[in-house]
């Protein structure tokens, strides 16, 4: 069980020493979030944690052990490559509590089985986001977002965003939890995609974003056309 009991206010990042994870924690930290790294090594979560507070002297920073993190947390953000999604779950799941909110970020990309990064592999569960849900505690909430996000330009704070946020879950209110925060960064508009068993449409997105930006040497993400404004009540 936690040995602590999670603040809401607070988010942590694993994987934010990936280019979309760091470029979460500098951007939601500059926008007032009490943001806690985590990762395998305290002390590389730390590391990553003076790198963040170097480029947002004001943000409130703190890195930590996976598990450690997620017990400080009222919102998880999971940002690992997919070999690793399962094992990173396996190893903080015991630390979860009821109606914490995850938002996963995980993309099957062939390349976890040293295939192409245009190319998507098939999940049992139908999606990284519905494996995710399988191998978590019942009560916490999963939601699926930030795959057609360019990484590129979140990790670099002074590059104006202009992007969509997709976001599947079978909760609204997971959703729109998830859409208050990530609102927060300025330049994001967040989607409701319907349901978590979309995810398989939103994850293999980023295979053909890849594709297209290799093909034009550019960081391109979605912005999508003849929403109402705001796309999200």
């Given amino acids: 069980m936690p040995s602590e009991q999670p603040n809401n206010r607070t988010v942590c ?3 934010a020493s990936g280019a979309l994870g760091f470029g979460l924690a500098i951007r939601l930290g500059r926008a007032g ?4 790294i985590g990762s395998r090594s305290a002390e590389r979560a730390q590391q990553t944690a003076d790198r963040a507070r ?3 002297s004001h943000g409130e920073f703190a890195g930590a052990q996976n598990a450690h993190a997620v017990q400080q947390a009222g919102t998880i953000v999971l940002s690992v490559p997919f070999a690793s999604q399962a094992e990173t779950l396996a190893s903080v799941k015991e630390s979860f509590s009821e109606g914490q909110l995850l938002i996963d970020a995980t993309v099957p990309l062939a390349s976890a089985v040293g295939g192409r990064a245009t ?5 049992f569960q139908g999606s990284a986001a519905q494996q995710c849900q399988e191998l978590l505690p019942a009560g916490v909430k999963v939601v699926s977002a930030l795959h057609t996000v360019s990484a ?3 990790s670099h704070i002074d590059a104006q965003m202009d992007e969509d946020v997709l976001i599947c879950g079978d909760s609204k209110a997971d959703k729109q939890r998830a859409a208050r925060l990530l609102a927060q960064i300025d330049g994001l508009r967040c989607v409701d995609c319907g349901r978590l068993e979309m995810a398989r449409v939103t994850e293999a997105i980023t295979a053909l974003l890849i594709s297209v930006n290799g093909r034009y040497k550019a960081h391109a993400g979605i912005k999508l056309a003849g929403l109402p404004d705001p796309a999200w009540e």
């Fill in 119 to 123: 190319r998507t592999i098939g999940v």
């Fill in 54 to 56: 170097e480029i947002v």
């Fill in 152 to 154: 590129h330009s979140l």
């Fill in 33 to 36: 979030v009490p943001i806690v």
């Fill in 13 to 15: 990042i694993i994987g």
